[in-house]
T-cell receptor
Framework: AQKITQTQPGMFVQEKEAVTLDCTYD???????LFWYKQPSSGEMIFLIY??????QNATEGRYSLNFQKARKSANLVISASQLGDSAMYFC?????????????FGSGTKLNVKP | NAGVTQTPKFRVLKTGQSMTLLCAQD?????MYWYRQDPGMGLRLIHY???????AKGEVPDGYNVSRLKKQNFLLGLESAAPSQTSVYFC?????????????FGQGTRLTVV
């Protein structure tokens, strides 16, 4: 079974609008972390935001927020006020805390295009 | 801060040739990983290491070997390159404790096997 599922291969959003990138995960480990990374066309992997499985509140980092719905096992990334520089691939990842030597599992990614 | 450095950045190999990709991190991280990135498939774990002298297989280990003789270095070897190994390779490292620390990535190595 896939550990991380991103069902949107590509998305478009108008500049200055908000956009939600979907991510669902699968784990039986009670302790885990969820991460979002951005990969611009230059190729580097940029860490954006982290949510812990025991965190009560949704994580926020500037224009990024993580909509964490534990019962549904979803960890959607919300980007507010999109900018042209947000055009990139976005990867959701999970790290299990108790098992599997803390490996990171990645989804297949969502390519976001911000239109002017 | 150098962070995670991969060498080389680009490489073209002929089928059957061998090569080694070097990853070096200066953050004293215990864990290191090698991933490959292919279109539509995200990042897939090849091998990883939880400490000096230890390595383990990930999701797609066939055709690759690794070594971690020093804590700061993690080498990925291709003994006999195949066109199916054409990919972008990323090294990453992370702290050991818990699930709350992110992975830090190198800039990637674009490998083409012809």
């Amino acid at each position: 079974a896939q550990k991380i599922t991103q069902t949107q291969p590509g998305m478009f959003v108008q500049e200055k609008e908000a956009v939600t990138l979907d991510c669902t995960y699968d784990t039986s480990d009670p302790s885990y972390g969820l991460f979002w990374y951005k990969q611009p066309s230059s190729g580097e992997m940029i860490f954006l935001i982290y949510q812990g499985s025991y965190d009560q509140q949704n994580a926020t980092e500037g224009r990024y927020s993580l909509n964490f719905q534990k019962a549904r096992k979803s960890a959607n990334l919300v980007i507010s006020a999109s900018q042209l520089g947000d055009s990139a691939m976005y990867f959701c990842a999970m790290r299990e805390g108790s098992y599997n030597f803390n490996k990171f599992y990645f989804g297949s990614g969502t390519k976001l295009n911000v239109k002017p | 801060n150098a962070g995670v450095t991969q060498t080389p950045k680009f490489r073209v190999l002929k089928t059957g040739q061998s090569m080694t990709l070097l990853c070096a991190q200066d953050m004293n991280h215990e864990y290191m990983y090698w991933y490959r990135q292919d279109p539509g498939m995200g990042l897939r774990l090849i091998h990883y290491s939880v400490g000096e002298g230890t390595t383990a297989k990930g999701e797609v280990p066939d055709g690759y070997n690794v070594s971690r003789l020093k804590k700061q270095n993690f080498l990925l070897g291709l003994e006999s390159a195949a066109p199916s190994q054409t990919s972008v390779y990323f090294c990453a490292s992370s702290l050991r404790q818990g699930s709350g620390t992110e992975a830090f990535f190198g800039q990637g190595t674009r490998l083409t096997v012809v």
